[in-house]
Each structure stands twice: as structure tokens, then as C-alpha cells.
């Protein structure tokens, strides 16, 4: 898992020891992510399948796409497709992909970059592999996050933020038997790149076999830990967890997680994808790529999408990155 590293963990800026009156956070829930298919047929894990909406809340929705190592000509994407009233954060781990919006945003992201769309009014866009990509195959993996706009958003204007790997605040613990890329939010007073309408916390964090994490946790966010690969615990309670799996955590003000002292082979380290916010506590309305408050916005969004007020597919594709910099 390539993502976004360091050669050395020890020259970062370390986590707080956390003091004895800590609260880490138990695990209330876990579960299993079903895999299924997206798009043109690539292969996804539905992480928060089988959890209660007021427990994901800001969130909505979470695949896990690959880890897949594709033959030539097998790599696959999605058709364009509308969406409204929320937020697409995607994070590539490894591979390359594109994307590209009606209202003009898009680019190529590769290991460790995040494409953060903001959809609000609604917009059209498509995800597909580049060409080359296709001609060669390769490994692709990576992860896309639905965050839930409040209804006062929900019909903002558009938004598309390119974020690259090297962006993201990198931490690591005392130990450094770990490296901690904050990609939103803050931890422990570092702060990443990605702008949020709603308060919210994401954290990729990869725990070296035998080493423990003590995360700092703001207390009024839920705390949910998806596990990207490997074999640990987590929670106060110690729970243990493998590739594919959901903890949703209890209240505290902190989380902590081990990363099992034998790993397999093809999965060396523990990688964790971790997300809290701050809930909304409003109705939520949804139906394919659409997240509104009642039945009667849905209503109203397919209708504006069948009219074509979400916009037009653009006629011509947006010249790719080399995933060094930002899109011309």
C-alpha cells in the first residue's frame, strides 16, 4: 500500500501520550463489508453495509474498490451519472484514475491523492481508469466516501477540490510504529488539506506489526474504523479485526487500535481508514445518487436530472495530470 509515505516515520512530528484520565472508546458494533460490483463491473466492498444510518451520520455510504491486480484491458470505471445533496471524497492507494464533472472539475489521481466533490445542486460526472491503464492493467485500489450535506447545503453550488497525497498532514506515534496521513479534519493539532461543510475527521493510518495506536478523538464526533487490510484490535474492549471489517465505536475521547504481531504475507502492516464527524440529526432521503430530506426533494431531483438541469455531459475530456501537481 503505497499511498503516501516517508522514508523515515521518526523525523514527523509525534501523537501526545495520552494521560490517565483518557476515555478510549469502546466498540459498539462490527461488521463484515458484503463485496459486490460499481460502475462498469469493478469490484468494491460495501463497508457500511448492515450499519444503522443514525450511527454512520454524517456519513452515508463507503466502498472499498479493489485491492484488484488487473490483466490488460481489464480495468473498469463507471458511465457518467448524476448525483445531489452530498459529497464524494475519493482516495486512491494505489493506481491511477480520472474524473470529470459537468461543472468543470476533474483530474487524474494516483497513490495517496483525493478528489474531494462537492455535488450540492447536482452535477453529472464519470470515474474511469486512463487509457494507458487500460492497454497495461495493473493494481488498483482505493476507497470512495459519501459525507452528507446539512439541508442548508444540500443546494450549494457545486465544488471540486484536488488534493494530492503530499498535502496530507503526516504524524506518527512516540514510537513511530506508525504513520498517520490526515487527509481532513485535525488531529492533535495538524490539520489536512480537504475543506468539509460539515465538521468531520479522515485518517489513514498504517500500524506496523506488534504496534499500538493511541488516537486522540474529538468527543462530540462518532468514530467509525474500517480496516483497508491486515489483522489487529481495536476499541477499549479490544476487539478483533481483519480486511473488510467496520468497527463503529462507543463515546470517549480517544481510540485505540494494535496492529497484530504476524501479519500475512500479502498484507504486511495494518492499514486503517478512519472517519468521524459531527452528526447532522436530519432526515435522511435516499435513492441511488441522490441523498436529500423527504421523498418530495428526491422527486424533485430526478426530475431536474431527466430534464437536464444537472447539467451537460462536456464535449471534450479534460487533459490528465501526471499526478505531481495540480490540473492545468
Known amino acids: 500500500m503505497p499511498a503516501i509515505t516517508v522514508d523515515n516515520v521518526l523525523v514527523l512530528p509525534r501523537l501526545p501520550r495520552l494521560d490517565e484520565s483518557t476515555t478510549f472508546r469502546p466498540v459498539r458494533r462490527l461488521t463484515t463489508a458484503p463485496s459486490g460490483f460499481e460502475g462498469e463491473g ?21 466502498d472499498q474498490m479493489g485491492e484488484v491486480d488487473y ?3 481489464e480495468p473498469k470505471g463507471t458511465s457518467w451519472h448524476p448525483h445531489r445533496g452530498f459529497e464524494t471524497v475519493t482516495y486512491i492507494i494505489d493506481g491511477i484514475f480520472d474524473h470529470q464533472d459537468s461543472h468543470g472539475g476533474g483530474g487524474t ?26 492497454v497495461s492493467g495493473g493494481l488498483f485500489h482505493g476507497t470512495q466516501l459519501w459525507v452528507n450535506l446539512p439541508k442548508a447545503a444540500k443546494m450549494s453550488p457545486p465544488r471540486y477540490q484536488d488534493i494530492r497525497g503530499r498535502q496530507a498532514a503526516l504524524l ?13 479534519g485535525e488531529i492533535a493539532g495538524h490539520r489536512g488539506p480537504g475543506s468539509t461543510h460539515t465538521p468531520i475527521t479522515i485518517t489513514h493510518v498504517t500500524v506496523e506489526p506488534g504496534a499500538q495506536v493511541d488516537l486522540p ?13 491486515g489483522r489487529g484490535t481495536v476499541g477499549a474492549n479490544g476487539r478483533g479485526v481483519r480486511t473488510g471489517q467496520l468497527a463503529v465505536h462507543g463515546p470517549g475521547d480517544a481510540l485505540r ?14 492499514d486503517l481508514y478512519i472517519m468521524g464527524g459531527q452528526p447532522i440529526r436530519e432526515p435522511v432521503a435516499q435513492y441511488g445518487p441522490f441523498v436529500m430530506n423527504t421523498r418530495d426533494e428526491l422527486i424533485q431531483a430526478f426530475e431536474d436530472f431527466q430534464a437536464g438541469r444537472l447539467g451537460v455531459i462536456p464535449t471534450k475530456r479534460l487533459p490528465h495530470t501526471d499526478g505531481q501537481g495540480e490540473r492545468p
Open 257 to 270: 487500535f494494535r496492529a497484530n504481531a504476524r501479519q500475512d504475507s500479502n498484507t504486511p502492516t495494518l
Open 217 to 229: 478523538w474529538r468527543p462530540d464526533f462518532n468514530a467509525l474504523v474500517y480496516v483497508l487490510g
Open 109 to 134: 489521481i494516483t497513490d495517496g491523492d483525493t478528489q474531494w466533490m462537492t455535488a450540492g445542486s447536482g452535477l453529472l460526472h464519470i470515474e474511469a481508469p486512463p487509457e494507458h491503464l487500460v
Open 172 to 184: 506518527t506515534t512516540a514510537d513511530g510504529g506508525a504513520l498517520i496521513r490526515v487527509i481532513a
Open 42 to 62: 469493478f469490484p468494491v466492498r460495501r463497508a457500511f453495509a448492515g450499519v444503522p444510518t443514525s450511527e454512520l451520520d454524517p456519513f452515508i455510504h463507503l
Open 71 to 73: 490483466a490488460p484491458g
